[in-house]
């Protein structure tokens, strides 16, 4: 397990990793992120649920040979009669970890949801909401789609937000290039690129990003954990006319930190999570998958509830970014669900990202 060289003595002598199967942590399943271990995608596999609740873990933190608990906050949902993306995420509740929050696009294109569709397939993963951000209004996530409607242009959750077009370079600390090695084998690496090495294979082919919407915080990462992980769903009306073509939507999780600089959220492929990423597992190619009718994904895609967890180093300042947007075009939409972020014990050396449940 590695970690920054400035904080000297502070490594971890054992931790728990809970959404590890019974492989254990060295399972690699990453061949086009070379050199960026996976792991093997269980969609079975109860241990990649967390416990919502908190508490303390089986594993120790040492600091000069004193060894204590390896523990995780408490935590109070607060989103019940709260409109704020970040409390519906499990942020800055009362008595939790303070940081700070702020969004970056259209007002219109973030929002919070206690629901999706005529299923219970998204129901909160934490508290009563969870966030949405999209690269279209959110409010046309709940307008059907005619029967019939045209895959290449959509009725609806077809729409350019106007001036949110950052064009080939996203925002700092955000960046489209790949690292020239494997951050694991060298921490020289960090802050040089994009470590999983999976954002540079779109932006590589002369696209440009649009209609970019983020959540974004800053936080001190608790002294006593080593990890920090979230859930998510993707959903594109891109699906299925540009179904592996270049023109994809995309979402990253950005982690900035001692541990780890890049995305955190992608297939065991090292496919960003577009289109393409092997999770989609909601294709509404017949027009009847019961999860989508009553939504403007009728006739296009998702994922399930997905899980991403990623190493931190305990008490450093760390910046993560959510953020989703149209490549090439402005329009054509894409949305991500955000829900239940943890301080967590589950550090290795490795962000990973499995079905939840």
């Given at each position: ?10 490594v ?11 492989d ?19 969609g ?18 040492c600091a ?10 408490e935590?109070?949902p607060?989103?019940a ?6 409390h519906?995420?499990g ?14 696009g ?5 929002g919070t ?15 009563s ?18 029967p ?7 009725t ?11 064009g ?29 090495r999976?954002i ?14 983020e959540?974004?915080i800053?936080?001190?990462?608790p ?15 891109e699906y ?29 492929m090292?496919n ?5 990423a ?21 006739q ?7 899980s ?8 450093e ?31 290795t ?9």
């Amino acid at each position: 397990m590695r970690f920054a060289a400035a904080l000297g003595a502070l490594v971890l002598c054992a931790c728990a990793d809970a959404r590890d199967d019974e492989d254990g942590p060295g399972d690699t399943g990453i061949g086009v992120a070379e050199g960026i271990p996976g792991d093997s995608v269980d969609g079975g596999d109860e241990a990649a649920k967390l416990d919502v609740a908190g508490g303390a873990s089986d594993g120790a933190m040492c600091a000069e040979g004193a060894c204590g608990e390896c523990t995780i906050p408490e935590h109070t949902p607060c989103d019940a009669d709260s409109a704020d993306p970040f409390h519906a995420m499990g942020l800055n509740c009362p008595g939790a970890p303070a940081i700070t929050a702020t969004t970056d696009g259209s007002p219109t294109a973030i929002g919070t949801r206690f629901d999706f569709g005529n299923t219970d397939t998204w129901q909160p993963r934490e508290g009563s909401k969870f966030a949405v951000i999209g690269s279209g209004p959110v409010a046309d996530l709940d307008l059907p789609t005619p029967p019939g409607d045209d895959d290449a242009m959509p009725t609806h959750c077809d729409d350019d937000l106007g001036n949110f077009d950052p064009g080939p370079v996203l925002p700092v600390p955000l960046r489209v290039n790949d690292v020239a090695g494997d951050c694991i084998t060298d921490a020289t690496l960090l802050g040089t690129g994009d470590c999983s090495r999976t954002i540079q294979g779109q932006f590589s082919q002369g696209l440009i990003a649009n209609d970019y919407t983020e959540l974004r915080i800053e936080a001190t990462v608790p002294p006593t954990t080593n990890s920090i992980a979230y859930d998510f769903a993707f959903f594109s009306t891109e699906y299925p006319f540009y179904y592996n073509d270049v023109f994809n939507d995309m979402y990253i999780g950005w982690l900035e930190s001692e541990s780890w600089t890049g995305n955190i959220s992608f297939d065991t492929m090292g496919n960003p999570i577009s289109l393409n990423a092997g999770f989609l597992d909601f294709r509404d190619d017949g027009a009847d998958l019961p999860e989508l009718a009553g939504t403007c994904m009728r006739q296009h895609a998702g994922t399930r509830w997905l899980s991403s967890v990623a190493p931190v180093t305990p008490g450093e300042s760390i910046t993560v970014v959510f953020a989703v947007f149209d490549l090439a075009d402005s329009i054509l939409d894409s949305y991500v669900f955000l829900d239940n972020f943890q301080w967590g014990c589950e550090g290795t050396d490795h962000p990973m990202t499995k079905p939840v449940g």
